[in-house]
């Protein structure tokens, strides 16, 4: 058993048909599991992006892998794989949101992808075990972690469900909370109603939460605000 356990550590080790396979294979897996809890948090990079990322750093580090081993190139084979991390800055700047000049979201999100696709280059030089110890630390800090610092927050915190009655009222509605909504996805309307649009808030320091759902009912735009459990 052991032998056989060796030669195919030998086999995804080497440059080969089946270790290309494996890693691209890895990548998508790696890449999957990333993205999948960031789309079930409802961020703007989630399964597909994340794929295609780690897919993307992956293949950038195994080219210069094959210029440099299989063509024989006189050349650095890690020199392209070093613009990956430069480079995914511009798609994480995308996630990236600032509302009411000092509320920043989406900054986990773009850390998520940097490191995924450091990850990716890793795994496209078949470097497998730090590729598995990164994977569970990313998994820990996106998941784990997450509610951690959620619950460290306290009675802060209020996560709500509202819809507006038109979805160009999203900005006022906003600006009207001011710089205390931490997080805010947009989401299609529960009541099913075309005109309407859905919004899931987390606010800090709430103080009273019946008379912040008062006033906000007040809005002649918002349709429904209820408080909702995470």
């Known amino acids: 058993m052991q ?3 060796l030669s195919i550590a030998d086999i995804l080790n080497d ?3 089946w270790s290309v396979f494996f890693r691209l294979l890895l990548a998508t897996l790696v890449g999957g599991a990333v993205g999948s809890q960031r789309g079930r948090q409802g961020r703007a ?4 992006t994340h794929i295609l990322v780690c897919l993307g750093a992956t293949m950038t580090a195994m080219v210069g892998l094959y210029t ?6 006189s050349n650095d084979p890690l020199r392209v794989s070093a613009q990956v991390i430069s480079g995914i800055g511009f798609l994480g700047a995308g996630t990236i949101l600032t509302r009411n000049h000092s509320q920043v979201t989406g900054l986990t999100t773009a850390a998520g992808l940097w490191t995924t696709a450091s990850i990716g280059l890793a795994i496209g030089i078949g470097f497998y075990w730090a590729v598995v110890v990164s ?3 990313v998994m820990i800090t996106i998941s784990v972690l997450t509610r951690l610092e959620r619950s460290t927050k306290g009675r802060d915190i209020e996560a709500c469900y509202l819809e507006l009655s038109d979805v160009r009222r999203v900005n006022e509605f906003c600006d009207h909370l001011g710089p205390n909504v931490s997080e805010l996805r947009v989401l299609p309307a529960k009541s099913g109603t075309p005109s309407c649009v859905g919004l899931e808030l987390t606010i800090t320091d709430l103080g009273d939460a019946s008379e912040f759902f ?10 429904m605000a209820v408080p909702v459990s995470r």
Request: no cysteine.
């Open 3 to 5: 032998p056989f356990i």
């Open 15 to 17: 440059f080969n048909a």
């Open 45 to 48: 990079a989630g399964l597909r």
């Open 68 to 73: 440099g081993y299989i063509l024989d190139f």
């Open 135 to 137: 994977f569970i630390i």
């Open 214 to 223: 008062r006033s906000v009912r007040e809005l002649d735009y918002v349709v």
